[in-house]
């Protein structure tokens, strides 16, 4: 059974910080070619965030968290992080955590959409205040 869990969400001033995590089961976590952090604030589509491959050599942002997020897998874990600094009030939104692939994508792939995956977690809240 595929199990995703975020936890760190929280409401955070503007500038600060916060680091979210996304716990799967082992099975989810050694299989996920691709785990993959996407955010939905209220009244738009489901963006995609960041992606990190398996291997943990590989990964991509969107292009408005470039420079500021930062995920990253620990295997011993089975976790897979995401460190987000110099928050803005439009970070605001419920983040997801995605994994298992439903259908190839490309080596020249870099971003990623909702539908490319076919496991969620349940959503942590980020309120970023101004």
């Known amino acids: 059974q595929v199990q995703l869990v975020e936890s760190g969400g929280g409401l955070v001033q503007a500038g600060g910080s916060l680091r979210l995590s996304c716990a799967a089961s082992?099975?989810?976590?050694?299989?996920?070619?691709?785990m993959a952090w996407f955010r939905q604030a209220p009244g738009k589509e489901r963006e995609f965030v960041a992606a990190?491959?398996?291997?943990?050599?590989?990964?991509y942002y969107g292009d408005s968290v470039k420079g500021r997020f930062t995920i990253s897998r620990d295997n011993a874990k089975n976790t897979v992080d995401l460190q987000i600094r110099s928050l803005k009030p439009e970070d605001t939104a419920v983040y997801y955590c995605?994994?298992?692939?439903?259908?190839?994508?490309?080596?020249?792939?870099?971003?990623?959409?909702?539908?490319?995956?076919?496991?969620w977690g349940q959503g942590t809240q980020v309120i970023v205040s101004s």
């Open positions: 082992e099975r989810t976590f050694s299989s996920s070619y691709l």
């Open positions: 995605a994994a298992d692939l439903v259908g190839p994508i490309t080596t020249a792939q870099k971003t990623f959409s909702a539908s490319d995956f076919g496991s």
């Open positions: 990190i491959k398996r291997s943990g050599d590989n990964t």
